[in-house]
């Protein structure tokens, strides 16, 4: 029998060019270095001590707003961030949260909606790492329902004044310039708010158990005072931050088949060394059941994302396509890992291996971006014409 990757047995690579297979390695190079001897510690004491560093080495590579041209960023395609997405979540969700918010949420909030100033100001320092951004869309009373917000921007002759509170706000505590939405007159607006403004602060949540080694912020908008230019000038209404998260949530499809992938690797590794009743619990049928279904619904999610990712390059994606990628790769990553972690055994509780980490980061991946329910409701509106929001 010919030998074949366990961890590709259906040749998905076959369908990347060479230059897309050089992206992804590259960035696994610099995550094997930079990242993945340490992270389970960085997990364990629920920090991102060189969160500096490790943004600058991703500047270096062009990882921030890699997808976005123009202002130093690298202009790269669709899949060529999704498979940066997915190296980056086979070290840790955390770390692509980090590479997500700055590039597919600040960056392109900038990029897509800010004004020709803004993104001078912003994007280059932001696309080398010297600068890192947080996107505050979700309120502690409205997080799916984020149409409903009350953080309220008002104008003071031709300032404005923000007053309200984000939560769950990821690299808030270590960002330099914050995307606020806020409810203005003429309905939410998005405003670039540089985090050394008086009355702006991010205090840091604790006591999270999921996502350990990524920042994750209140912001709290006590009277903060911008000039005019500060908002950015056209876009109106929800259809601004719901574009923004399109970007990411792609990302995610791709991110959570990488930690997925990790897992398995890790299951797989495991069961043929670990031995019970004299053999390898591989030789098991009931493990090789559990392996043969993980390496299928990878394949399947891995398909599923550069699916994707191939009509976005060809600018035919459409939201509802997003909803379905981020809906079913991320539960089924989330099914890989704890299918692992019972190959694991006890091990599979210890931050020893990799699994429970990534298991227990993707509870919050599952969550942010839009939940499960509400991308079910959003794929449902699109197949139904009906809608179950409102
Ligand atoms: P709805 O009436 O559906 O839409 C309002 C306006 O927005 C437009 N729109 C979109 N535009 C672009 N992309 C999309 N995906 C869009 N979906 C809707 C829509 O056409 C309309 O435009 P217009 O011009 O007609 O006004 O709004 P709704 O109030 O019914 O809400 C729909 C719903 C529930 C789907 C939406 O509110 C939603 O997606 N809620 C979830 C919120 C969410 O995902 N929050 C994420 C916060 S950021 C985050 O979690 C970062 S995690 C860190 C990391 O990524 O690592
Ligand atoms: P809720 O909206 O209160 O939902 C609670 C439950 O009710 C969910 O199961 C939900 O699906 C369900 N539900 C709600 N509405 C319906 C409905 N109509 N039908 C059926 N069920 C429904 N936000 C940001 O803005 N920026 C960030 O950087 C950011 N980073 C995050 C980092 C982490 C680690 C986490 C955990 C979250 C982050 N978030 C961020 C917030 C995230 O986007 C929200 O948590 C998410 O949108 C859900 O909002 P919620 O937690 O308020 O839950």
Known sequence: MTAIDPLDPAGVDDMLGADEKAV???VRRLCAELIDP???????????????EIATEFGKLGLL???????????MSAVDYGLACMELEASDSGIRSLVSVQGSLAMFAIRRHGSEEQRREWLPRMATGEAIGCFGLTEPDHGSDPGSMRTRARRDGSDWILDGRKMWITNGLVADVA?????????????VVPTTAPGFSAPVMKHKLSLRASITSELVLDGVRLPADAAFPEVRGLRGPLSCLNEARYGIVWGAMGAARSAFAAALEYAGQREQFGRPIAGFQLTQAKLARMATE?????LLALHLGRRKDAGAVRPHEISMGKLNNVAKALDICRTARTILGANGVSLEYPVIRHMTNLESV?????????????????????????
Do not use: K
């Not at 340490?38 to 500096?52: C, H, I, K, N, Q």
């Not at 806020?182 to 405003?191: M, P, S, V």
């Not at 990878?298 to 891995?302: A, D, F, H, I, Y």
């Open 24 to 26: 992804r390695d590259s």
């Open 38 to 52: 340490y992270v389970a510690t960085w997990f364990e004491d629920g920090d991102l001590p060189s969160v500096r």
């Open 65 to 75: 707003g890699m997808h976005l041209e123009g202002y130093g960023c690298a202009g």
């Open 179 to 191: 995307v606020v939405w806020a409810n203005t007159e003429e309905g939410i607006r998005g405003f």
């Open 298 to 302: 990878l394949t399947n999610g891995r």
């Open 366 to 390: 599952l969550t942010y971006e839009g939940t499960e329910e509400v991308h079910l409701l959003t794929l449902g509106r699109a197949l139904t014409g009906q809608n179950a929001f409102h």
